[in-house]
């Protein structure tokens, strides 16, 4: 199901109403990956008729949103995620250079042991996310548990974060061919933001 939704976004003709549609479906599916990965312990309840040993979630989450297409997938980690703490870390990239600006950064404390989930449905050159990346560290996260959840990625970004940070996990429903030389990902989906926005 993951590839047919992003097909509906790749397409040039999907209207607005279905791109969002799509990405919402598709941020379910990754929210509902990522919750299989915070950590659980044993816990006892009584039932009706006797003891049953489960378990409860006990992990602390923290979601950091990259402005502005980071926050199209928020609501739907929300719904697994209803406590988790929220940080957000406006970052454009230089139209020149490429190189990543950092204009808004409002991050909590994050405990090393916190499940850090970083939110960018598109990874480029990788440039955004390692400022991220290294934002969160500064905070307090331990860089085994962060996991960045994206939809569409190239090569040179996966690279570009996995040579600096070799522990963090990047969960990606595709890797495409290449970058063109506006470091737009090919064949891409085109500016997911201004297609999800209406930009
Ligand atoms: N961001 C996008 O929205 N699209 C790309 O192809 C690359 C970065």
Same mark, same amino acid.
Do not use: W
């Given at each position: /199901? !993951?590839?047919?939704?992003?097909?509906?976004?790749?397409? !040039? +003709?999907?209207?607005?109403? %279905?791109?969002?549609?799509?990405?919402?479906?598709?941020? @379910?599916?990754?929210?509902?990956?990522?919750?299989?990965?915070?950590?659980?312990?044993?816990?006892?309840?009584?039932?009706?008729?006797?003891?049953?040993?489960?378990?409860?979630?006990?992990? *602390?989450?923290?979601?950091?949103?990259?402005?502005?297409?980071? @926050?199209?997938?928020?609501?739907? &980690?929300?719904?697994?995620?209803?406590?988790?703490?929220?940080?957000?870390?406006?970052?454009?990239?230089?139209?020149?250079? &490429?190189?990543? +600006?950092?204009?808004?950064? %409002?991050?909590?404390?994050?405990? *090393?042991?916190?499940?850090?989930? $970083?939110?960018?449905? /598109?990874?480029?050159?990788?440039?955004?996310?390692?400022?991220? $990346?290294? !934002?969160?560290?500064? *905070?307090?996260?331990?860089?085994? +548990?962060? $996991?960045?959840?994206?939809?569409?990625?190239?090569?040179?970004?996966?690279?570009?974060?996995?040579?600096?940070?070799?522990?963090?996990?990047?969960?990606?429903?595709?890797?495409?061919?290449?970058? +063109?030389?506006?470091?737009?990902?090919?064949?891409?989906?085109?500016?997911?933001?201004?297609?999800?926005?209406?930009?």
């Amino acid at each position: /199901m !993951k590839d047919s939704l992003l097909t509906i976004l790749r397409d !040039k +003709n999907t209207s607005k109403v %279905n791109f969002r549609h799509a990405a919402q479906q598709l941020a @379910m599916i990754l929210a509902s990956e990522a919750a299989l990965k915070v950590k659980q312990q044993k816990k006892t309840v009584e039932t009706i008729h006797s003891k049953a040993v489960g378990h409860e979630l006990f992990q *602390k989450v923290c979601l950091i949103a990259i402005l502005r297409s980071g @926050m199209t997938l928020l609501p739907a &980690f929300l719904y697994y995620f209803e406590d988790a703490y929220i940080g957000i870390l406006g970052i454009r990239r230089d139209e020149n250079t &490429f190189k990543p +600006n950092l204009y808004y950064e %409002n991050l909590p404390l994050i405990d *090393k042991d916190t499940l850090l989930i $970083i939110l960018d449905p /598109m990874i480029a050159t990788g440039g955004t996310l390692c400022l991220a $990346i290294d !934002k969160s560290l500064q *905070k307090g996260a331990k860089e085994s +548990n962060i $996991i960045i959840h994206s939809i569409l990625s190239a090569p040179q970004g996966i690279k570009q974060i996995q040579q600096h940070y070799k522990d963090v996990t990047i969960n990606t429903v595709a890797v495409d061919e290449k970058l +063109n030389d506006k470091k737009y990902i090919v064949p891409g989906l085109g500016d997911y933001g201004d297609r999800f926005f209406g930009t």
